[in-house]
């Protein structure tokens, strides 16, 4: 069985973007796992080998119906953006960029859409940038679920069996409210919401190896609301979601407050969890492997991954040679849910 072809995206051209895929393509460890094809700008990803001195070689096609070359040292790369990406200012918010990202990623996916690709790993892209250039999404992930047509989606953190989690297949977090303000999380939780996020956690943890995931659910409140003191939500709409999951099958456990469940999926009690709001379950899963954390788009027709960190203005376009570690397990994790879909 030939290797998955995965879809690089260039991010934010701005940002960190072109210098990861300028030393991933030039390392040996992306070609031992996929056939690596670049959505991005040329030019850009030349400038990222010259400052970098990798002597990266690039091949501009036009589809990935040409003949590609895949080996250490070689990119293929695609560009159907819209916006002149080579005069985008480094390391600082602009609209070019913003474009940029979109038009690459919007490529890719329809790319995989239409079966010409397998999975698409991200670079990032900033928001700010998007909104400048009239792109009215608050991410990466709105943008992939309006795209694919669905409705019933979510970010899921993932991080591999390591020093940290002991699970075997590793430990996923997914999130029922996303890019939203805090005061908004309780008008926007539901009972269905919630359920739809056990679902959606359990079975793509049934296709990293697990038979029956073990799901935890995060509480809202402190001490999962100490029966009301703090709050009624863990009753009225959490714990019904549960035992919904459980009538359905899944194992499922819940609501469990926040601070003491992520210390027990750590250690190997849970394979999934289920958090109510972005930071409940960003900011234990990027404590404990900023560089390794994937982030995985759940309820798409097509593997979308990604590194979880930003575009990294302080750093990109510097001498600082940047940290490929999360961009690598990101691109692994695509890999390995892709095994799932037809391969060429």
Same mark, same amino acid.
């Given at each position: !069985? ?7 995206? !260039? ?5 960190? &973007? @072109?210098?990861?895929?300028? +030393?991933?393509?030039?390392? /040996?460890?992306?070609?031992? #796992? ?5 959505? &991005?700008?040329?030019?850009?990803? %030349? %400038?990222?080998?010259?400052? /970098?001195? /990798? ?22 790369? #695609? ?26 990623? +919007? ?28 792109? =009215?999404? @608050? ?6 679920? =309006?795209?694919?047509? +669905? ?46 996020? #056990? ?8 296709? !990293? ?30 714990? @019904? *979601? ?36 972005? =930071? ?11 560089? $390794? *954390? ?11 991954? /990604?590194?979880?960190? &930003? ?9 600082? +040679? ?16 892709? $095994?799932?879909?037809?391969? %060429?």
């Amino acid at each position: !069985m030939k290797l998955p072809l995965i879809a690089l995206t !260039m991010g934010d051209v701005s940002g960190i &973007g @072109p210098q990861l895929l300028d +030393v991933l393509c030039s390392g /040996s460890e992306i070609f031992q #796992i996929c056939r690596p094809v670049v959505y &991005g700008n040329a030019a850009v990803l %030349r %400038r990222a080998s010259q400052q /970098s001195g /990798s002597q990266l070689q690039i091949r501009e096609i036009g589809s990935v119906s040409d003949s590609l070359e895949f080996r250490v040292g070689v990119a293929n790369c #695609i560009d159907r953006g819209n916006s002149n990406v080579v005069e985008a200012v480094p390391c600082q918010i602009d609209a070019r960029s913003g474009q940029g990202a979109y038009d690459y990623l +919007v490529s890719a996916i329809d790319d995989c859409l239409s079966g010409e690709m397998d999975a698409i790993t991200t670079a990032p892209l900033n928001k700010e940038s998007l909104r400048l250039a009239g792109i =009215d999404y @608050p991410g990466h992930t709105e943008i992939l679920a =309006d795209r694919c047509g +669905v409705a019933d989606y979510g970010m899921m953190l993932y991080l591999p069996h390591g020093a940290a989690i002991q699970s075997p297949a590793g430990l996923g977090i997914v999130h029922t409210t996303l890019h939203t303000s805090i005061a908004s999380v309780p008008g926007l939780l539901s009972t269905d919401a919630i359920f739809e996020k #056990i679902r959606l956690i359990s079975g793509l943890m049934q296709k !990293m190896g697990v038979a029956q995931p073990r799901v935890a659910v995060c509480a809202l409140n402190p001490h999962a609301g100490e029966h009301g003191l703090f709050g009624d939500e863990e009753a009225r709409i959490i714990t @019904p *979601a549960v035992e919904q999951a459980i009538q359905s099958g899944l194992d499922a456990t819940g609501p469990l407050p926040a601070d003491t469940l992520i210390r027990r999926a750590v250690r190997g009690e849970f394979d999934a969890v289920v958090a109510m709001y972005h =930071d409940q379950g960003h900011i234990p899963f990027k404590l404990l492997g900023f560089d $390794q *954390a994937v982030n995985i788009t759940l309820g798409l027709p097509i593997v979308r991954t /990604s590194p979880s960190h &930003g575009t990294a203005f302080d750093i990109a376009w510097s001498d600082t +040679v940047p940290e490929t570690r999360g961009i690598i397990e990101a691109t692994k994790a695509a890999a390995r849910l892709s $095994q799932h879909l037809a391969h %060429r």
